[in-house]
Structures are given as C-alpha cells and as structure tokens.
C-alpha cells in the first residue's frame, strides 16, 4: 500500500483547511492551552495553541506553513513523548491509516491530560456516498478494510461524546465526500490525488466508475438521479468528531 511520502504531495494544495469544520473542531479542543496534533499531515486545523505535531511521513512534514508548530517525525502508534505531555490530543482523519489502533489511541489517552479529540468517519454512513455506491463500489470495498467503527473508537477512548460533522457545498478541504454537490471534481486527477481512498486504489478499477460518472455527468444523468442534493447546503456524509475528557 502506498504511503504518505508518495500520495502526500499534493496535500498543501488540495487539502486546504475549511473554517467552518475547523471551527467545529477548535470549539470541541475547549480551554486546552496546550494541543498535541496526531498524524498531522500538513497541520491542516491546527489551533494557536499546538505545541506539536507528530507526523511519519517526512513530504507531509516538509508541506507545513511557516510558523507551524515544530513536528515530530513519529508515527501514532509510538509516541516519543513523557505522560501527560499536553492538554489535549488530537487526531484528524488519520485513525483508519494506523496499523495498531489500539496502541495509537493508548499513545492519545497517555499523552493527553484532559481531552483527546478525534475526526473520524463512520463506514457505515459513508459507504452509502453516491460516489462510493453507484460509481466505485470495488474501491469503497477496499478502503473498508480499514475503517474503523466509530463505536469501536469510542469504547477505545473509554467513552466519548460524538458529534455530527457536516460537509459544506463549497468545502475547501478536499477530503472524500467534500465534493458532494460538485462531481466534476472527482474527475481532476489532481483531486484525486489528494484523496487517499484513489491514491491506494488501482486505475483498473478506479476508471470504469469514473468513466461512468463522465458520462452521466455529460449526459445530465448525475443531475438528474441527484436533483435532491443541487440546493442543499450541506450533508452529513458520515464524519464525526469524537470527544473524550480524560
């Protein structure tokens, strides 16, 4: 499977973070005056108060703005840092990329003092995108083996409180489901490449589904079979925000 130090280096351009779900996510961080990020990527949603970042993949490093917080090279599941190294915790759409689960969500709960917060996608919900079931269901069945049941996530945590993360019309952050009301988008190989489920996934069996999509959109089918979600403001796509208080 393809790593972040060769699907990462588009990230800064088409992972840009969106200030509403960044809100979302400073307001469950509450008065934590110290953050941990983990599995930081390019420090997308990163408040003021992060001390820093842990991160394996070196590209995605080397992608972080001036005056980001310094980043560990370090990989979730082993952590170099004393107990209680911070407030808070953090871990952003990373979960289902870990090989040890376990062990990654023992490395928040021991360096967080007060609060782990985790953004995540329930597979259940997310499997059901138009994208995924009409167009890829072969590569929604391959990214399954890795995702994580939310309440699994939330046993592991101990107990959380879960949140309903909805995905705005014009998101910036282009994560999976943000082009939802615009399907084009996931014809631009450079959005793709910015996705992790077509960077790990095959062009054998990516292109029948996109070819697909082209043509429906092409032919107003897509419109036609999705007129439902042309006005919508936002959809709830299956993302959570999982917040546990230590």
């Known amino acids: ?36 990020n983990v599995g930081a990527g390019t420090g997308s949603y990163e ?15 080397a992608q972080r703005p001036a005056g980001s917080a310094p980043a560990l090279e370090a990989a979730a599941e082993s952590i ?3 107990d209680n190294s911070a407030d808070a915790a953090m871990a952003l759409l990373t979960v289902h990329h ?21 953004l995540t996608f329930d597979p259940d919900i997310n499997r059901r995108f138009w994208l995924l079931e009409e167009y890829l269901p072969e590569a929604a069945a391959l990214d399954g083996t890795r995702a994580v049941a939310v309440e699994q996530l939330a046993t592991l945590l101990g107990g959380a409180r879960i949140e309903t ?9 282009g994560f999976l489901a943000a082009f939802w009301r ?7 190989p450079e959005v793709r490449a910015g996705i992790s ?8 069996v990516l292109q029948p589904g996109l070819a697909r999509l082209s ?30 208080d230590l």
């Open 1 to 36: 499977m393809a790593t972040y130090d060769t699907i990462g280096a588009t990230y800064a351009d088409t992972r840009r973070p969106d200030p509403r779900i960044a809100a979302t996510i400073h307001q469950a961080l509450g008065n934590a005056a110290s953050v941990i």
């Open 47 to 61: 408040p003021p108060q992060t001390v820093l970042a842990v991160e394996p993949s070196a590209v995605m490093i």
């Open 80 to 82: 170099p840092l004393a």
């Open 98 to 118: 870990w090989s040890d689960l376990e062990a990654g969500i023992g490395e928040l709960r021991r360096i967080a003092r007060q609060r782990i917060v985790i």
């Open 165 to 173: 993360v909805p995905v705005p019309h014009d998101c910036t952050d």
């Open 182 to 188: 615009r399907p084009e988008a996931y014809l631009d």
């Open 197 to 204: 489920l077509f960077a790990q996934t095959s062009e054998k």
């Open 215 to 244: 043509d429906d959109l092409s032919c107003g089918r897509w419109h036609q079979r999705h007129a439902d979600l042309l006005h919508r403001e936002a959809l709830d796509a299956g993302y959570r925000l999982l917040l546990a």
